[in-house]
């Protein structure tokens, strides 16, 4: 009596778990589960952000890693949704002189974008959404969804340079940056407090080169022009943020990431190129 009583408790529990999230997360599913889910109709999303990057010495190389899993949370319980695996490495080229960053070529990250959303659209969906965390990332995105279009299957991505400017620019108070800066720093007192050390937070910040989009350790190399110095791996001021700057641009950039998906659920995927 007892085992069986554990049992519809646990079952129970499970049902409420799931009741309250509105998505479903692909890798908990079996194949038999997931076919019956990756359907014509179906938005997929991806999560994208680096598990190994630089983000100064006050915040942890998962930063990006870190704030792709809690914005792919948010959507999994807000929106009907399939979320595939979060990507946790792409293209990144500017931070490599740091230790512990990493980089894909940029060919690699566009077809490994590319690649995932094939496997999954050859078994019914179309529409694929990327929350993306990264600027550099940008440029393999681009080419991935043209390459995309041609099978028939529509990509669309989170430009955190523009898409969030109405939330950003009011509160933005630091000269320039765009890397662990007064903006990410405050999203991230937000979203993992516990993981930011602004004892540590330092301003960072020298107008970019337009010969380089990379940052350097190296003065000498600033001074030919092959990067922007930055002896912290900063780029902006990080001593700006605060916690409520954060809880702005994060919940501005959750609603933009709704919209965005809803917008793409409406809207019909492009027609194959013929062959």
């Known amino acids: 009596m007892k085992k069986l009583l554990f049992l519809f408790l646990l079952v129970t529990l499970t049902a409420n778990v799931f009741a309250q999230n509105k ?69 990144y080229p500017a931070f490599v002189e740091y230790p512990g960053s990493t980089s894909l070529r940029l060919e690699t990250a566009r077809d490994l974008t590319v690649d995932i959303c094939r496997s999954l659209a050859r078994f019914g969906p179309r529409r694929f959404y990327l929350i993306n965390t990264g600027v550099s990332t940008l440029r393999a995105l ?84 092959e990067g922007t110095y930055s002896p912290s791996g900063t780029w902006g001021d990080a001593t700006l943020a605060t916690r409520e700057k954060g809880r702005i641009i994060t919940e501005g950039t959750v609603a933009t990431i709704f919209r965005q998906i809803e917008s793409l659920r409406q809207t019909p995927p492009p027609s194959p190129e013929k062959k």
């Open 142 to 225: 681009k080419p991935a969804a043209e390459m995309l279009a041609k099978d028939g299957i529509l990509l669309r991505y989170l430009d955190i340079t523009k898409d969030i400017d109405e939330f950003v620019k009011p509160i933005e108070k630091q000269p320039g940056g765009t890397h662990a800066d007064e903006i990410e720093t405050s999203e991230m007192l937000y979203i993992a407090p516990a993981s930011v050390n602004m004892k540590k937070a330092v301003k960072d910040y020298t107008p970019r080169p337009s010969t380089s989009t990379r940052l350097t350790r190296d003065p000498q190399a600033a001074a030919r022009g």
């Open 23 to 91: 998505g479903i997360l692909l890798e908990d599913l079996t194949w038999q589960e997931a076919e019956k889910v990756l359907q014509p109709d179906t938005v997929v999303v991806l999560a994208l952000g680096a598990a190994a990057k630089e983000h100064g010495p006050h915040l942890k190389l998962k930063n990006d890693w870190t704030m792709a899993e809690y914005y792919k949370q948010r959507v999994l319980k807000s929106a009907q949704v399939v979320i595939a695996p979060t990507i946790n490495y792409h293209f």
